[in-house]
């Protein structure tokens, strides 16, 4: 019989393939929705890291960040050496899930809210406001 821990790390191993699925899938719709978009390549690791910061700075914006809030924190954090990518992403994600617990928000229904409004929207629209992000560099 299963122990308890050994249940968990089960019930976690397949969490963790349902969510590289997601991951896929989510993939699999930039390529489709922005890789037609001459000039950029959504496979580049500065655009996808563009794109998390845009994301990242929005959610902190409304959560009652302000400017000086954000500049303080870069200042903070570029005076330090970088980090391990897989460690801070694993960082990423369990502030995420502390910061919605303190806001009353779900962050597993706001994820899939979130994949299903993208995936209904005209991926016209989507391009078009790629396109104008480029247009001013960012």
């Given at each position: 019989?299963?122990?308890?821990?050994?249940?968990?790390?089960?019930?976690?191993?397949?969490?963790?393939?349902?969510?590289?699925?997601?991951?896929?899938?989510?993939?699999?719709?930039?390529?489709?929705?922005?890789?037609?978009?001459?000039?950029?390549?959504?496979?580049?690791?500065?655009?996808?890291?563009?794109?998390?910061?845009?994301?990242?700075?929005?959610?902190?914006?409304?959560?009652?960040?302000?400017?000086?809030?954000?500049?303080?924190?870069?200042?903070?954090?570029?005076?330090?050496?970088?980090g391990v990518?897989?460690?801070?992403?694993?960082?990423?994600?369990?502030?995420?899930?502390?910061?919605?617990?303190?806001?009353?928000?779900?962050?597993?229904?706001?994820?899939f809210d979130?994949?299903?409004?993208?995936?209904?929207?005209?991926?016209?629209?989507?391009?078009?406001r790629h396109?104008?992000?480029?247009?001013?560099?960012?």
């Amino acid at each position: 019989m299963a122990s308890m821990s050994q249940m968990v790390v089960l019930q976690l191993q397949m969490e963790r393939r349902r969510r590289d699925q997601r991951q896929q899938l989510i993939m699999n719709w930039i390529r489709d929705t922005f890789g037609v978009i001459p000039g950029l390549d959504v496979e580049s690791q500065r655009e996808r890291a563009m794109r998390f910061l845009e994301e990242a700075l929005e959610l902190c914006q409304t959560a009652g960040l302000t400017q000086g809030d954000v500049y303080s924190m870069a200042r903070y954090t570029y005076g330090r050496p970088a980090g391990v990518l897989a460690q801070e992403a694993g960082g990423v994600a369990v502030t995420l899930y502390a910061l919605c617990e303190v806001f009353g928000v779900s962050a597993a229904q706001a994820e899939f809210d979130e994949i299903g409004r993208v995936m209904d929207i005209s991926p016209d629209k989507f391009q078009a406001r790629h396109v104008a992000k480029m247009e001013k560099g960012i």
